[in-house]
């Protein structure tokens, strides 16, 4: 079984600040990964994900994360934030083809002018 | 492209009560989720479908939960009866295939509130 964990339940930042959201991962097997977002009474959205290959993903509104193997992670990145990235933030863990998604518990941006 | 579609949005009920949830999926999505997230919590899976066979459903507590996914299309999740613990937001999701690392994409919740 593979287990995900979201180091930091909530993470205040400035605008246009640096943010890292961290996420580590355990799984006996190679995994796929997953960054998605939630904005406030919205179902999850895709950020962006790691298949194989190159370990720095570029996903969508200027988020990136990198795939560490050695040490099970998958922190996600922004160099710089906007008021509207206020949202809770979600690692997901696919252990295999037909495997389920594990989410980890979230960590709660918040961007203050 | 229309999205995931679920109703109600949210959901007052009193204890003991029935209550159903109904999901549509994006249209060509063979595989539908149902997920279960608690207040500062991540999704956790209840069931999934691919097509109409319920082929995860371990998580899916049988004593009062039941799902349906009759014509391999839109779903419905049901509890009978509620309890106050089953207070969360009720996620909908589907996805091309269920295989590999295929997109999830989430409808807007249902907010179950039990009283």
Redesign the interface.
Known sequence: AQS?TQLD?QVPVFEEAPVELRCNYSSSVSV?L?W?VQYP??????LL?Y?SGSTLVKGINGFEAEFNKSQTSFHLRKPSVHISDTAEY?C?V?AD??G??Q????TQVVVTP | EAGVVQSPRYKIIEKKQPVAFWCNPISGHNTLYWYLQNLGQGPELLIRYENEEAVDDSQLPKDRFSAERLKGVDSTLKIQPAELGDSAVYLCASSRSGQGANEQFFGPGTRLTVL
Do not use: C, D, E, H
Request: proline content about 0%; aromatic content about 30%.
């Open positions: 995900v339940s796929y997953f998605y009474n919205q179902g999850l959205q895709l994900k298949l979600f997901a696919k083809s037909w389920k998604f989410f980890g518990a979230g």
